[in-house]
């Protein structure tokens, strides 16, 4: 019997999922735990693997496509099963092919080109991915002309982007009156060689215009030697929640440090009798996140968010850890941090950055954050300036120790030093109230053993 395979739903808030690579074809033997399919949501990134044993009769998704959750991505079965009824809903609306008579129509009109192999039926005869029409919009390409590579013969968005490096764009002006064009090549004057109103106008009633090619420069050896990396989903979303963060918001960093004495005095005595007790392995970093989640509940402007004509105070804290990963940055919460011990929120950090890093993490996990902390001090760093991540108020960047001097009674003496750095937005929070928040940070840490007797 036939198996559909479908879009595993990873959360709550997740409505769908990009494949990013096959690791079957059709027509390939499965057996239980062979690895089908990666796929990744805008936060984390996972493997899919079969769950019976057949032949893969049918793929209805390339890799690039996004695919609604609990929607059929492919079908493992008997060769010569019927696998027609786990056709995709929305594929058999969006890939229905042309009717006999719509066929002809478009054949007598250009049908598809054989030597290019473009495709040129009219309007929604043409079976393009959502993903693929949304870029081919944004960035004023017209789909017509390209190769459809996908399933199907369907336009994706690789195919999109093959048209892009060809340089056959649109300006947003022009782009209604050149779908008109019956797919006329057209030289454009605009920016990037985009073709513009003025172009379309100089050549109307112009059967056919070809596109000056640009004259071919030589370059020396070695002068254009690089590697190209495809940029994941995880990395395109990390790289435009910054650009908007730092376009969005007044975002200011001021610095304090603290001298990191008596929580290394701590430290070293949890190492000491830590297993003994039946505590985690507390770390510097732990230490500072219990810190933080307590000061920020008298300080509760820092701990919100900022929704441009009102701001959200929160009683609890729940608070962002930005984690290292090879995927990328990603951040887990610690909800309700506030109510937590040291020793629970230890264990907590410690399972959501393995599973993080293992790309296993839910991704409700990954949003709610009222407050984040980023600590940067393992790699030596000792100041920098954290990005905020909206729509919360304030970030807390961790630096490295380093030795200072200062003067103790008469004498000058060294000490670890640990910086801390505060970014945070200008609009929802002046100068003056995000410094008396490090200021009760730094007294919090200096004096920690008092600090966890509370």
Known sequence: ???????????????????????????????????????????????????????????????????????????????????????????????????????????????????????????????????????????????????????????????????????????????????????????????????????????????????????????????????????????????????????????????ISFDATEILAFRNKVKEYGERLGLANITLNDIILYAVSRTLLKHKALNAHFLGDKMLLFNHVHLGVAVDTERGLMVPTIYNADTKSLDEISREVKELVEACRKGSINPDYLKGGTFTVTNLGSLGVEFFTPILNPPQIGILGVNTIVQRVKEVDGKIITYPSMGLSLTFDHRAVDGAPAARFLQDLKTNLENFSVFLAK
């Open 1 to 255: 019997m036939a198996t559909p395979v479908i879009m595993p739903r990873q959360g709550q808030t997740v409505e769908s999922c990009i494949i990013t690579k096959w690791h079957k074809k059709k027509g390939d033997k499965v057996k239980v735990g062979d690895l089908l399919f990666s796929y990744e949501t805008d936060k984390a990134a996972f493997d899919e693997e079969a769950k019976v044993e057949g032949t893969l009769l049918e793929i209805y998704f390339d890799e690039g496509d996004d695919v609604p959750v609990l929607a059929t991505v492919c079908v493992i079965g008997q060769e010569g099963e019927d696998i027609s009824e786990f056709l995709p809903s929305d594929a058999s609306a969006e890939e229905e092919v042309v009717s006999e008579g719509q066929q002809s129509v478009a054949e007598s009109q250009g049908g598809t080109d054989i030597e290019s192999g473009a495709v040129v039926p009219e309007g929604d005869s043409i079976k393009i991915s959502p993903r693929a029409r949304n870029l081919a919009e944004r960035v004023g390409v017209d789909y017509r002309q390209a190769t459809p590579t996908g399933p199907h013969g369907r336009i994706i968005e690789r195919d999109i982007r093959q048209l892009m490096d060809k340089g056959q764009l649109v300006t947003p002006a022009a782009r209604e009156q050149y779908m008109g064009t019956d797919g006329m090549l057209i030289g454009g004057t605009g920016i990037g060689g985009r073709v513009t109103t003025a172009d379309l106008e100089s050549v109307k009633g112009q059967a056919h215009y070809e596109v000056p090619q640009l004259p071919v420069q030589g370059v020396k050896a070695g002068e254009a030697d690089y590697e190209e990396v495809k940029l994941s989903n995880i990395r395109k979303v990390i790289a435009n929640a910054m650009h908007q963060s730092l376009a969005n918001t007044a975002q200011l960093t001021i610095h």
